[in-house]
């Protein structure tokens, strides 16, 4: 009887610690958005406003920085 091999959960990239920042997506108008961070990364800017927010999640995730609530901002 074959068995499946077991998952090796060590293996996973190491949940990242909270570096002080919060990122948040300041809306510049229609079709212009951007994400920035208080610790200092910014985004490229974008003209939909979901990319712009996709970004700030990604560098939430990477680098351990908060998302802000709510994430979009009027500037
Ligand atoms: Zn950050």
Redesign the pocket.
């Known amino acids: 009887m074959a068995t499946a091999p077991l998952l090796d959960i060590g293996a996973h990239a190491p949940v990242p610690v909270n ?1 002080g ?3 948040a997506v300041h809306n510049l108008g229609f079709g212009r958005s951007t994400a920035s ?5 910014a985004g490229r800017r974008r003209h939909l406003k979901a990319a712009a927010e996709q970004d700030a999640w990604v ?2 995730m990477r ?1 351990g ?1 908060d998302v802000s609530c709510p994430l979009v901002l009027a500037w």
């Open positions: 570096t920042g919060i990122v961070c208080s610790c200092g990364w560098h939430a680098d920085c």
